[in-house]
């Protein structure tokens, strides 16, 4: 079965970190860009960042850029994404997601998202 | 970035019924780089549709997409109970991509 399982979620006050990741079976990861997408409660949907086949370019939305990091492990057939300074806004469900083919596509893949909630 | 609008924000349907949601966008969209994603409550996202009118395999042909530029539909022909569902639209012509806010399709 081709899934994507997400991990690493949780409760962190204002200001924290968390590194949440992402595991690929079914399929070779390490052929298409990588995403991170995530979703506030009770909205819509929102691209995070993604990452290039071999590492080599990461792209970011303007809101985490400078505070989150995505890299990869083609050996574990994995994503992460390192979230530092967290704020109470980047509360949100997030999903992992397979690009079909291009740096910016339709998403063909998802995990099942991993709960990330900022509080104090 | 390209704001993506879609209408209406709920639709109130019966089984059986024709849906037609919009979305449209702030500026053209690339080579019609839109697509289409059902999600169901406490599910992820799934793609239906990709380059505005490319049916994901598996979806029912009840389902289709159109449009071009700057407005987009998706229609689903004869509503059945599994649809009813919140849809998004996506651009991906444009960096960074972007969603629409979803058209929830509730049942009348």
């Known amino acids: 079965e081709v899934k994507l399982v997400e991990s690493g979620g949780g409760l962190v006050q204002p200001g924290g970190s968390l590194r949440l990741s992402c595991v690929g079976s079914?399929?070779?990861?390490?052929?298409?860009?990588m995403s991170w997408v995530r979703q506030a409660p009770g909205k819509g949907l929102e691209w995070v960042a993604n990452?290039?086949?071999?590492?080599?370019?990461?792209n970011y939305v303007d809101s985490v850029r400078g505070r989150f990091t995505i890299s990869r492990d083609n050996t574990r057939n994995s994503v992460y994404l390192q979230m530092n300074t967290l704020r109470v806004e980047d509360t949100a469900v997030y999903y992992c997601a397979k690009n079909q083919l291009l740096i910016h596509d339709a998403f063909n893949l998802w995990g099942q998202g991993t709960v990330v909630t900022v509080s104090s | 970035e390209i704001v993506l609008t879609q209408s209406p924000g709920t639709l109130s349907l019966s089984p059986g019924e024709r849906a037609t949601l919009s979305c449209r966008a702030s500026?053209?969209?690339?080579?019609?780089?839109i697509a289409w994603y059902q999600q169901k409550p406490g599910l992820a996202p799934r793609l239906l549709f990709f380059?505005?009118?490319y049916r994901v395999t598996g979806i029912p042909d009840r389902f289709s997409g159109s449009g071009s530029g700057t407005d987009f539909t998706l229609t689903i022909t004869r509503l059945e109970p599994e649809d009813f569902a919140v849809y998004y639209c996506q651009q991906y012509g444009d960096s960074p991509p972007t969603f629409g806010q979803g058209t929830e399709v509730e049942l009348k």
């Open positions: 079914g399929f070779s990861l390490s052929a298409y860009w």
């Open positions: 380059g505005a009118s």
């Open positions: 500026q053209s969209v690339r080579a019609n780089h």
């Open positions: 990452i290039k086949q071999d590492g080599s370019e990461e």
